[in-house]
């Protein structure tokens, strides 16, 4: 005896854009929708370059956004509309740690750690000197590049 396996209708059509909600995120919101050329354009170039990249800052299927004709120009066609970022919403600036001082300072303050001469050379001094606390983070999860960390220049 056959197995048959029916699909609703709804399931084939789920990935489909609904243009009357934000068509990036597709979440109702009672924020205005807004809509320009520009942001077409930009969109038109953009998705498809951090697609490229696999790095969309959202879940997105690119599919949902492009009719054959280019994701542009369907947008522009649908008459897309996105949901703009207010300034509060913006992520803060975040602070990070120095990972010697531990101090907290912006990014744009901080280096970040990209040699494995700079790890050997931190071991040595951490070694020399018996900092164990730097010598626990040190040796705690791999090197100073697997971890990211930053440091102040001076």
Known sequence: MEKRIRLSASSADSWETDWTKCCLCQEVTTDLLKSSDEGYTMLGKNIPLFHELNSLPIPLDIRRSNHGEGIESTIK??????????????PDQVDHKCFICDKESPLSVLRVAMTMKLNQRLVDCATVLQDKQLLAKLSSSGDV???EMKYHPS
Do not use: F, L, V, Y
Request: glycine share 0%; net charge positive.
């Open 77 to 90: 066609k649908e008459n897309a509309k996105c949901t703009p970022r207010s300034k509060d919403q913006q």
């Open 145 to 147: 590049i697997a971890q």
